[in-house]
């Protein structure tokens, strides 16, 4: 495939993010994470309260782009073989064939993923990390364009199990919608007095829309100062006092690959330090792990991704 031109690309994300517009009202910033992550090939954890819209941002992308789209709710009955799918024997020709799973789909919504047991969360592991799933000892390859939007309650919610940390270490970002202001939220019920906008959203892109929007995203260039920027901001968080554990060098991959994202969408064909700033708390704090002490004592992950990003010297 032809990478589009930047200007081209740029477009596509316009497009894509004025279409997501109509359904969530005083949302750009969460709009501009989640393309991001999708433009650059990681997957994303919306995790805050009931009611916030986290499925409805997750439905109205869905709904935005002409691809294949399912969606699972995570329960705690829920079995492996329910996403990755399972082979049944045929009586009449005497042989298994292989019933594919809701996870062989362009865009994955895994609703309330926290609500089902570790042993379920964790068969999207190898999905979400390297393209494929085994099943009865054989490998599977998923669509190219494979992008899985998880939603979760809080951890303290009754009837939840905490994600482990090599499954949140998949997820390129982690951020929350909030509650909009008092006259967006109007609008909101204004907009649904009769109808959902969702039912009336029709689709702006194509796939080849968004591989093409992939091709060009990783063409933005990025100069040797801003990659070891990036690096040294991720190892940083493994020496914060009251940290457990630090982040990985895949989150230096994922918040590399994110800042060329929001790049691309601001009309760049380079990096600056103000993107990678930007992403820099919901690409890194959610794989960072407190110790017990300090999590009692009130200190968060995102407090210490923000302590490392004031103290870090941002190259000239």
Avoid: W
Avoid at 122 to 146: H, I, K, Y
Avoid at 169 to 181: E, N, S, W
């Amino acid at each position: 495939m032809t990478p589009s031109t930047p200007h081209e690309a740029r477009e596509i994300y316009r497009t894509i993010a004025a279409n997501i517009g109509k359904v969530m009202k005083g949302q750009t910033e969460s709009t501009r994470k989640l393309l991001a992550a999708l433009a650059s090939g990681g997957h994303v954890l919306l995790e805050d309260f009931p009611g916030t819209g986290k499925t409805t941002l997750a439905k109205a992308l869905a709904r935005s782009i002409d691809a294949r789209f399912k969606r699972v709710q995570f329960t705690p009955d829920l079995l492996p073989s329910d996403i990755l799918g399972v082979s049944i024997f045929d009586q009449r020709e005497q042989q298994f064939h292989f019933h594919e799973g809701p996870v062989f789909t362009n865009i994955l919504l895994a609703d309330e993923i926290n609500r089902a047991s570790p042993r379920t969360q964790s068969a999207l592991l190898e999905a979400m990390g390297e393209n494929q799933v085994s099943v009865d000892g054989e490998p599977r390859n998923l669509t190219e364009m494979f992008f899985v939007i998880a939603t979760q309650n809080p951890v303290e919610f009754r009837g939840t199990y905490p994600l482990p940390e090599a499954q949140m270490d998949r997820f390129a970002m982690q951020f929350t919608l909030g509650y909009v202001q008092p006259a967006e939220e109007v609008a909101i019920l204004t907009a649904q007095e009769h109808n959902h906008p969702l039912d009336e959203l029709k689709p702006c892109a194509t796939l080849e829309d968004v591989l093409a929007l992939r091709h060009a995203v990783a063409n933005v260039r990025i100069s040797e100062e801003l990659k070891r920027y990036v690096v040294d901001l991720v190892g940083a968080t493994r020496t914060v006092t009251g940290v457990q554990l630090g982040a990985s060098p895949r989150a230096s991959l994922s918040l590399m690959k994110a800042a060329q994202a929001l790049a691309l969408f601001d009309g760049l064909d380079f990096v600056t330090p103000e993107q990678i700033q930007e992403l820099a708390v919901s690409v890194v704090a959610h794989r960072i792990v407190m110790e017990p002490q300090a999590r009692f004592s009130g200190q968060t992950t995102r407090a210490a991704v923000e302590t490392v990003i004031k103290k870090l010297k941002v190259p000239a």
